[in-house]
């Protein structure tokens, strides 16, 4: 059925002034002791969310297929060897504090892979649009992350999270301060309670990073796992890894180039110097592209990166051009306004990048250590774009 373009225009109004009044709010922070058991270390954090428990369950009996099920317990019978002892230990950790199974919470950490993260399409409706094709099935938007740098050559790196789970899970994600020998060593935003990769993260040897889903997770599900069982690192465990380990922005940019990982994937990166920033596409094997800043006031524009869920150098879908509107806000406001902290989070809480499957909006400054995490909730659970 072709939408009047009278009827579209009244949509994206009514969903976008529900979006400019869904309610926000700070994430809770907690420690995260490195030092303690990999078995008891969540324990504090879990007991916190033990009311999400059944909501986390009905989400992993209704989302996955029996396929994926099966799957998931190929990973479970080499689970150490496969993702490591201790991050291993931590899962099964998890499942015995809260009395589940093991392969649940495994399931919930490999979300990237089983394309639960970010769900299974994309969705837009083009503004001021009459063209059918402008209007994609039910879905769900993706990621956008930018780097942006501002007039000292400070570099700030901001992240919209977009996940279809229901307001009841939305208030499981937390901000993880990793402590190790007393002192933190990075700070994590943890999706979802329940899962111990880090998908947004801001390291104090002067580096941020952040995942954005490339290629819907990657190609089929099974060949996701098979890349798991041959050695593949877990995407979102791995930036987890980076976080922690990385000594250093090119460090971090060296990693995240050239290992070997389970899917295909965009991290974005953020340093503490100036032309510090980037976007790394990636294939399971081999670096796709380096997309850099180097700003220079002769090269318009050059002073942000912006990454959504398609190769840059490609035209987006027609039904999802995000990357059109959060480049449209950046160069509105200039880069004396757009790079600071206040411009910046202004154009995250801009329709269509936050949108009504936006959990997280998230800025970070790794010069100044500083991070902004805010939870997302959606009061247009029953419009017609709400896929439940």
């Known amino acids: 059925m072709r939408l009047s373009f009278a009827v579209i225009a009244l949509l994206l ?8 009044f869904s309610p926000n709010y700070p994430m809770e922070t907690f420690k995260l002791d490195l030092d303690a058991p990999p078995s008891e270390r969540w324990n504090h954090i879990l007991d916190r969310y033990n009311a999400s428990v059944p909501y986390l369950l009905k ?37 015995k504090y809260w009395n589940v199974d093991v392969g649940t919470i495994l399931g919930i950490n490999l979300m990237y892979e089983f394309r639960k993260l970010m769900g299974d399409h994309h969705f837009n409706i083009t503004p001021n649009s009459t063209d059918s094709k402008s209007v994609h099935p039910p879905g769900i938007f993706g990621c956008v992350s930018m780097v942006a740098q501002d007039l000292e050559g400070r570099v700030l790196h901001g992240r919209i999270l977009d996940w279809n789970l229901p307001n009841e899970l939305r208030n499981a994600s937390f901000i993880v301060e ?4 007393g002192s933190v060593i990075f700070t994590g935003i943890n999706s979802i309670a329940g899962t111990i990769g880090m998908p947004t993260g801001i390291s104090k040897k002067g580096f941020s990073l952040s995942i954005n889903e490339r290629s819907l997770g990657g190609d089929l599900i099974e060949d996701s796992i098979d890349a798991l069982l041959l050695g593949g690192a877990e995407v979102v465990l791995f930036a987890r890894q980076v976080l922690t380990h990385a000594r250093s922005y090119d460090e971090a940019l060296d990693m995240l180039n050239k290992h ?17 920033g980037a976007v790394i596409t990636r294939d399971r094997s081999i670096l796709v592209n380096l997309w850099q800043l180097n700003v220079s006031a002769s090269v318009p524009d050059s ?12 035209s987006p879908v027609p039904y999802d051009n995000r990357r059109m509107y959060g480049v449209k806000y950046l160069k509105q406001l200039g880069q004396n306004v ?38 997302v909730f959606n009061v247009t659970t029953q419009s017609p774009f709400y896929v439940h």
């Open 260 to 276: 070997y990982l389970a899917a295909p994937v965009y991290y974005i990166l953020a340093g503490s110097k100036p032309n510090e």
């Open 13 to 20: 109004l009514w969903v976008g002034v529900a979006y400019a």
């Open 303 to 314: 002073w942000y990166l912006l990454e959504t869920n398609y190769d840059h150098w490609k």
């Open 338 to 375: 757009g790079a600071s902290m206040a411009g910046l989070l202004d154009v995250l809480f801009t329709w269509p990048l936050r949108n009504q499957f936006t959990m997280e909006v998230i800025l970070m400054n790794p010069k100044a250590y500083i991070v902004q995490a805010f939870q």
């Open 59 to 95: 989400y992993f009996k209704d989302e996955f297929a029996e396929l994926e099920k099966r799957l998931v317990n190929q990973v479970l019978g080499d689970l150490h060897n496969i993702i490591g002892e201790e991050l291993g230990e931590e899962i099964k950790g998890i499942a």
């Open 178 to 181: 990793y402590v190790s020998n």
